[in-house]
T-cell receptor
Framework: GESVGLHLPTLSVQEGDNSIINCAYS??????FIWYKQESGKGPQFIID?????DKRQGQRVTVLLNKTVKHLSLQIAATQPGDSAVYFC?????????????FGRGTSLIVHP | GAVVSQHPSRVICKSGTSVKIECRSL??????MFWYRQFPKQSLMLMAT?????????EQGVEKDKFLINHASLTLSTLTVTSAHPEDSSFYIC????????????FGPGTRLLVL
């Protein structure tokens, strides 16, 4: 599975720059992916999702790219703001019965400098 | 968006005692919910999946007799950490699952448990 137990990688950017956060997933059967933002001491917050039949999806200031060939996801944040500072997790989901069972990636800590 | 609450938000207890954490959905009902544990600077680790009215399904390595889950209604689930030890100190997060739509899971704000 993911690198449980290792410290989070960190991405430092200047305010206004674009940020790219990467995630490798492990299960080729995963067909639904979600990016979450987690601020310190809080639960994860949904940002954007993408299904395996797509390779790109855009939201407000965010874009998710999916490369199923190499099992890789990325989250692009345009014009990064200090309020974007948080830990970002990707989650791969595998359908089991009527539910999706999520597995979270290791996360990346984004630090935005004003 | 949907709102999920957890109570308490923080708890400190002595080793050997039991602690109950409540997770409530405030404006929706869901049959499936998840409990996660998160150690500092690490990812969320799924502990168990529960469906209302059924026994929870625990992930490998999670002791079901130590982490008791009661999912008695569509809006309430509880996690009881029995005979807590310092190594159980962690951030516990619940989430409700609404289905295969956008914003599939709604997470609670988490409960910080410190066992002395």
């Amino acid at each position: 599975g993911e690198s449980v137990g290792l410290h989070l990688p960190t991405l430092s950017v200047q305010e206004g720059d674009n940020s790219i956060i990467n995630c490798a997933y492990s299960n080729s059967a995963s067909d639904y992916f979600i990016w979450y933002k987690q601020e310190s001491g809080k639960g994860p917050q949904f940002i954007i999702d993408i299904r395996s039949n797509m390779d790109k999806r855009q939201g407000q200031r965010v874009t998710v790219l999916l490369n199923k060939t190499v099992k890789h996801l990325s989250l692009q944040i345009a014009a990064t703001q200090p309020g974007d500072s948080a830990v970002y997790f990707c989650a791969e989901n595998i359908q089991s019965g009527g539910s999706y069972i999520p597995t979270f990636g290791r996360g990346t800590s984004l630090i935005v400098h004003p | 968006g949907a709102v999920v609450s957890q109570h308490p938000s923080r708890v400190i207890c002595k080793s050997g005692t039991s602690v109950k954490i409540e997770c409530r959905s405030l404006d929706f009902q869901a049959t499936t919910m998840f409990w996660y544990r998160q150690f500092p600077k690490q990812s969320l680790m799924l502990m168990a999946t529960s469906n209302e009215g059924s026994k929870a399904t625990y992930e490998q390595g999670v002791e079901k007799d130590k982490f008791l889950i009661n999912h008695a209604s569509l809006t309430l689930s509880t996690l009881t950490v029995t005979s807590a030890h310092p190594e159980d100190s962690s951030f516990y997060i619940c989430s409700f699952f609404l289905g295969t739509t956008q914003e599939t899971q709604y997470f609670g704000p988490g409960t910080r448990l410190l066992v002395l």
